[in-house]
């Protein structure tokens, strides 16, 4: 044989194995409204930055027939590359071979990828389309989910890693998105479950849609199990891009800054936000007030929105942004809130991205479904988190500030390195109606007008502790200023905390209230 | 404001404030104080067999229902000395998770 031939031979060879599960199998592909995890991988990635590797790997499996089935890649391709000009790591189920079912030489690729993208500090992506372990394989598949599931937990918080559900992710398999950083769902498309509805059905007698019981927005809206939620792949595809923009490829860089931008002409902050702490507002207007541009990238957008955690640029460096909302459940801390927002926090701490904290909260939320569902371990996990990180933190506390949630919201107790504090704040055990009820009980109870002494107290005792000054006097704020200054303020106090280093004590690891 | 219409009010501490609120919230159960005389199944599954009668005297511990579940079969056993007064389920119905199965009275 000739060079020439041996090339043509070998292009044969690519072209048969980079088809997959053949024609039939991609048509069925298409009509789910899916594409293939070869088109995915291209339409993610910068043009001509794919490479593919272990393309020729085969399965070695015997017994139920498999002897005789040849499976394209063993139905998982995987591959380097960039996006925006930074280097990744990706890999990609295939669903139109054998169901993009795992099974031993399956993991195998994946786990190599695995290692690659940690030893050389890298982001890994990994587009989930599968119908879960390969039956004939048996314990070794599940032994290859072990092995992903390993990596994942080594690589979390040295390298970004992102799962990506563009179809079925079923039993073990939701293990490995479940430990990465973030989760991105598909409207129509992304199906995730521990056990079907079909098994319920049988086991429970409960009747539950796929899409109702693990569809997309159920993930994003209920299960809190998504990060990012899209009508379509490609948007999907967006939000990871934009995702990718605001990161660090590992947690020993620091994000790679952009040209900075005034911000965005929105509303004036002095006219989003009502004095009367009882008055809801938007708190992404004030978000977009004081960031470039008017570029947001909100995470968890629909899970707990009460409140609200994303990323954002100050001066072109990337911030990560934890801010209470109180559009939606006055913006109160609870399970799910706590939940999210210890996480972000968690994720910009290891990846180095300062944290600016917006408050404006009214408390915990009342109710025994709170207190049942632990509350009390949920909330702790957000003053954990803000304790225990170290990159620099910047608290802004527009209006209320109360009780245990004054302590929660990265306050200089848990070492904030700056609290500014709005002419509005009122930093105070709780809001005046409630504590004036239980300060000056005795005196309403007694007075011939309880109802007109109440009012009245209420009054003396906004005027006495309803502020930032009380708090000040302490030095627990460091500075009140007027709201036109926040954006000043932020970015100053982010520049002379560029250099700071502080020292936890030597520890394994701590045990944060899971 | 043609907006605060739409807004619904939250209570935290005597304070009122307005907001919405998320479909979370408006589903939560809210939660009423367990009655022992009704006794509901702990997990959805199968009657598989009753062993007793309305206005019949059971001791406690014994067993009043078979209800399987994962493939266990669970002994749903009387928690006091008293008397059945009515059952709810059937033989082979699947029934959910809390459902009433059997209603009971403690012995005077």
């Known amino acids: ?514 | 404001m043609s907006k605060e219409k739409e807004y619904e009010e939250l209570i935290v501490q005597g304070v009122v404030y307005k907001t919405t609120l998320t479909r979370k919230f408006k589903e939560r159960v809210k939660w009423e104080a367990p009655n022992e005389n009704l006794l509901y199944s702990i997990i959805p599954g199968k009657i598989i067999d009753i062993f007793v009668k309305p206005q019949q005297k059971v001791k406690e511990g014994e067993t009043l229902l078979l209800l399987e579940a994962m493939k266990m079969q669970n002994q749903i056993r009387m928690p006091f000395d008293g008397t059945i007064v009515k059952i709810h389920v059937k033989i082979e119905e699947l029934v959910p998770n809390r459902h009433l199965m059997i209603e009971i009275k403690p012995k005077k």
């Open chain 1, 1 to 514: 044989m000739s060079l020439r031939s041996n090339i043509l031979d070998l292009r044969k060879r690519k072209r048969e194995v980079q088809k997959g599960g053949g024609d039939k199998a991609i048509e069925k592909q298409a009509k789910m409204g899916k594409l293939t995890a070869r088109e995915r991988i291209l339409s993610l990635l910068d043009k001509k930055s794919f490479h593919e590797y272990d393309l020729f790997a085969e399965h070695s499996a015997t017994g139920f027939g498999m002897e005789s089935k040849t499976l394209h890649g063993d139905g998982v391709i995987i591959g380097t590359g960039t996006i925006n000009n930074k280097p990744i790591c990706i890999y990609a189920q295939d669903f139109t071979v054998a169901g993009g079912s795992l099974g031993l030489m399956h993991a195998r690729k994946i786990t190599k990828i695995m290692d690659h993208a940690l030893k050389m500090r890298v982001p890994l992506i990994g587009i989930n389309d599968s119908g879960g372990a390969r039956i004939q394989e048996g314990v070794n598949s599940l032994a290859g989910y072990g092995e992903i599931f390993f990596r994942n937990t080594l690589a979390s918080g040295v390298i970004p890693q992102i799962s990506v559900i563009l179809g079925p992710c079923a039993g073990g398999a939701v293990y490995s998105p479940a430990l990465t950083d973030f989760v991105f769902v598909v409207e129509n498309i992304s199906k995730m479950f521990i056990t079907g509805p079909s098994v319920i059905k049988t086991v429970l007698g409960e009747d539950i849609s796929m899409e109702e019981l693990g569809g997309a927005k159920v993930h994003a809206e209920i299960t809190g199990n998504a990060h990012f939620y899209a009508k379509t792949e490609m948007e999907c595809f967006q939000q990871i891009k934009d995702l990718i923009s605001y990161i660090p490829r590992s947690n020993s860089k620091k994000a790679i800054p952009y040209p900075p931008k005034a911000p965005g002409k929105g509303k004036k902050v002095e006219d989003i936000v009502p004095s009367d702490p009882r008055i809801p507002y938007d708190m992404r207007d004030i978000i977009i007030s004081l960031t470039d541009g008017t570029e947001f990238l909100e995470v968890m957008e629909y899970f707990a929105p009460n409140i609200i955690i994303g990323f954002a640029r100050m001066e072109g460096e990337t911030v990560g942004f934890v801010a209470n909302q109180p559009m939606v459940l006055a913006g109160v801390l609870d399970c799910d809130s706590s939940d999210k927002a210890a996480r972000f926090i968690r994720y910009c701490d290891a990846f180095n991205i300062p944290i600016v904290t917006l408050e404006d909260m009214p408390g915990y939320l009342p109710g025994v479904d709170q207190e049942h569902a632990g509350v009390i371990r949920h909330g702790a996990k957000i003053l954990y988190a803000y304790s225990e990180a170290t990159v620099p933190k910047v608290t802004v506390i527009l209006r209320k500030a109360y009780g245990g949630g004054y302590i929660a919201m990265n306050s200089r107790h848990l070492r904030a390195d700056f609290v500014f504090a709005w002419p509005t704040a009122e930093i105070a055990v709780m809001g005046p109606e409630g504590a004036a009820n239980i300060v000056f009980r005795k005196e309403i109870a007694e007075s011939e007008n309880p109802e007109e002494m109440r009012k009245q107290k209420v009054e003396e005792y906004k005027k006495k502790f309803a502020n930032p000054y009380v708090a000040a006097a302490q030095g627990y704020i460091d500075e009140v200023i007027e709201p036109k200054e926040t954006r000043a303020r932020i970015l100053h106090a982010l520049k002379v905390s560029e250099n700071k280093s502080v020292f936890l004590p030597n520890k394994k690891h701590g045990i944060p209230p899971f």
